[in-house]
Every structure is written in C-alpha cells, then in structure tokens.
C-alpha cells in the first residue's frame, strides 16, 4: 500500500477543517432558523364559583350569589423574535366588570395589543394592555385570593396607549407609557388630556407612578414580594390616589404557605381608606381579612374562601339591612389551558 505524503496529508486535513466549518456553521443556522420561527398560541382559563351569601362587599368579580359564572377566557397569541401580538377576549360576568367602559364588538377585548422587540433591551408596546399597577389582576388563575382587594377594584384594570420596557439589567427594569384616559380602551374622549405612565423594577419590587388626565389623577403604587422561605411567600401592596374629586389608600399583605405541590393555603390582609364618594363607601375606612386554600390538580385549581370586612360606618347591607361587617363564604373552581 501507498504511503499519503506530505501534500496529501495537508489535503485530507484542509478537507476535514472545512467539512467541520461548513457542518458547524449549518448546525448553526439551523438552530437559529428554528429559534427565530414565529410561534402562535392558545391559552386562558374558564372560572365558575358558589357564593353563600347574596351580599357581597363591594369589590370587583366574585360579588354574585349562589351558583355563578365567572369568565371564559381565550388568549391568541403571535410572538416572533422582533414582533408580535396578543389578543385577549373575555366572555361572562367577570369579563364584562373588566371591561366596562367598552361598546359594541369591543366588549369582550381584554387585552389586544401588538409588539416589537427594537433591541434585546427595549420593547415598544401599541394597543391595550392590562394595568402594571397594584399586586392583582383580572385574570382568576394569576391571583391567589379568589375575590379581589378594594385597592385593585379601585384602580385602573387597564390602559390603551405607547410603551417602552427597558431592561437595563437581570434585576432592573424601567417602563415609561403615554396612554388614553384610565381604563378608555377603545379611543381617547374627545377633549380629555392623556395619561403618563412609569414603572421601576428592582430585584422584584415595582415602584409604580400614573398621572394626568382631565381630573389629575396622581397614583403611586408598590407592588413586590419576597421568599422568606422555600415554602412561605410574603407578597405586598401598598398605594395612594388622589385626584379632583376622590383620594383613596391602602395597604395589603399576602402570606402564603406551600404544603405540598398540590395545596397551599394563603391570606390577604388589607387596610383601606377613602375620602370621596367611589364605589362602597363615602369617607371611611375598610379592614378585610381573606384566607383561601387552593388546591391543584394538573390545570384544575379549587379555592375555597372566607372573607371577612369591617367598616368604620356602615357602608354594607345584609339581611337585617345596614352593618359595618360583612362576611362571605366563596368556592371556586379555576381550569387553565
């Protein structure tokens, strides 16, 4: 047999270099045509409840009596590595209370916005979006307590308008927004001034701010949390609204206890005060105390809830007429998908 000489050897090592470029270089194209593929998707939850009383304290969604509906909620989305969208539509008596101030074909639009990805830093947002401010949310899979604060039943649910997040590190974000009139989803009021949104994150904690519009809304907002162990979370609200015409405050802690993967049981102590005539009551002050146990199975989630508030004068009505207390049992059942 033929020995290779020197000038073969070089060949077939050339050959082997660049066959190993050529393959590396392919894998590598492959991997980021895959990673740049646009995905859709579909996802939401269906939520239905029992109340046991027909008085309820006067906070948003779970306020109806006996068997009750809350929403069916259905999300597309369309997310790319620059852009994309996001359609959130609500359907029932949950999803109406979210979007009230909305008409027409409009009416079940939770959320219906579009993205794009200017930088792996900066990401503009046009549309309408669910609100940054305050610890809960519309959607009954997101919160732990089933029924929802006076200071979130309070604030905007959302906002239609421009924004900026910022990331600026792993652990500090910025958002910076101009919007429409609070929770004026569908267009701006003719004649009415635009809102200025801004929002810090540090390490998990948000420090929210909301301004202007016709009745110079002024709202300071902050939201954050903490582990305090493996299995216990301390979560935490605190805010401040004035406007023209009303001020309301509170503060909110949410302890909650992880005993196995599938139970957990958790409590909502909130402190609120008003000075106007919003909502529940005219000047006074509210304490309420929520415990809810939530027990998962797969996407199934079951919370059973006691609610307990008391008043400064009496704001509430239950069958013996006027009180400054209320309580009320709730069971809900929650399907994500």
């Given at each position: 047999?033929?020995?290779?000489?020197?000038?073969?050897?070089?060949?077939?090592?050339?050959?082997?270099?660049?066959?190993?470029?050529?393959?590396?270089?392919?894998?590598?194209?492959?991997?980021?045509?895959?990673q740049e593929a646009p995905t859709f998707?579909?996802?939401?939850?269906?939520?239905?409840?029992?109340?046991?009383?027909?008085?309820?304290?006067?906070?948003?969604?779970?306020?109806?009596?006996?068997?009750?509906?809350?929403?069916?909620?259905?999300?597309?989305?369309?997310?790319?590595?620059?852009?994309?969208?996001?359609?959130?539509?609500?359907?029932?008596?949950?999803?109406?209370?979210?979007?009230?101030?909305?008409?027409?074909?409009?009416?079940?639009?939770?959320?219906?916005?579009?993205?794009?990805?200017?930088?792996?830093?900066?990401?503009?947002?046009?549309?309408?979006?669910?609100?940054?401010?305050?610890?809960?949310?519309?959607?009954?899979?997101?919160?732990?307590?089933?029924?929802?604060?006076?200071?979130?039943?309070?604030?905007?649910?959302?906002?239609?308008?421009?924004?900026?997040?910022?990331?600026?590190?792993?652990?500090?974000?910025?958002?910076?927004?101009?919007?429409?009139?609070?929770?004026?989803?569908?267009?701006?009021?003719?004649?009415?001034?635009?809102?200025?949104?801004?929002?810090?994150?540090?390490?998990?904690?948000?420090?929210?701010?909301?301004?202007?519009?016709d009745t110079s809304v002024t709202q300071?907002?902050?939201?954050?949390?903490?582990?305090?162990?493996?299995?216990?979370?301390?979560?935490?609200?605190?805010?401040?609204?004035?406007?023209?015409?009303?001020?309301?405050?509170?503060?909110?802690?949410?302890?909650?206890?992880?005993?196995?993967?599938?139970?957990?049981?958790?409590?909502?102590?909130?402190?609120?005060?008003?000075?106007?005539?919003?909502?529940?009551?005219?000047?006074?002050?509210?304490?309420?105390?929520?415990?809810?146990?939530?027990?998962s199975s797969g996407n199934f989630t079951?919370?059973?809830?006691?609610?307990?508030?008391?008043?400064?004068?009496?704001?509430?009505?239950?069958?013996?007429?006027?009180?400054?207390?209320?309580?009320?049992?709730?069971?809900?059942?929650?399907?994500?998908?």
């Open positions: 047999m033929k020995q290779l000489t020197n000038k073969s050897l070089l060949f077939v090592l050339a050959l082997t270099v660049a066959f190993t470029v050529i393959s590396t270089e392919e894998a590598k194209a492959q991997e980021a045509e895959a998707s579909v996802s939401g939850t269906v939520d239905t409840y029992f109340r046991s009383s027909e008085y309820a304290p006067g906070t948003s969604f779970a306020n109806l009596s006996g068997f009750a509906l809350g929403m069916a909620n259905v999300i597309l989305s369309y997310e790319g590595e620059k852009h994309g969208f996001v359609a959130d539509l609500v359907y029932g008596p949950r999803g109406a209370d979210a979007v009230f101030n909305s008409t027409g074909s409009s009416s079940i639009v939770n959320q219906l916005y579009v993205y794009y990805n200017v930088s792996e830093k900066l990401t503009l947002t046009l549309g309408n979006f669910n609100t940054f401010l305050g610890y809960e949310v519309i959607s009954p899979a997101a919160n732990f307590n089933y029924s929802t604060s006076y200071m979130f039943s309070y604030g905007p649910f959302s906002h239609t308008g421009l924004k900026a997040d910022v990331s600026i590190t792993d652990d500090v974000s910025m958002m910076l927004g101009v919007f429409n009139s609070t929770d004026q989803t569908e267009s701006q009021p003719m004649d009415e001034d635009y809102m200025f949104g801004a929002q810090l994150g540090l390490y998990g904690q948000y420090i929210n701010f909301l301004s202007g519009g300071i907002d902050f939201t954050g949390g903490i582990d305090i162990t493996d299995s216990f979370y301390l979560g935490v609200n605190a805010t401040s609204f004035e406007d023209d015409t009303i001020e309301f405050s509170g503060v909110a802690l949410y302890p909650q206890y992880s005993f196995s993967d599938s139970f957990a049981l958790g409590a909502r102590y909130e402190a609120f005060t008003e000075n106007g005539s919003l909502g529940a009551f005219g000047d006074g002050d509210n304490t309420s105390i929520t415990i809810t146990g939530s027990y079951l919370k059973p809830e006691f609610r307990i508030d008391t008043a400064s004068e009496k704001f509430y009505v239950d069958a013996d007429g006027d009180t400054d207390s209320l309580s009320s049992f709730v069971l809900a059942a929650i399907y994500s998908f």
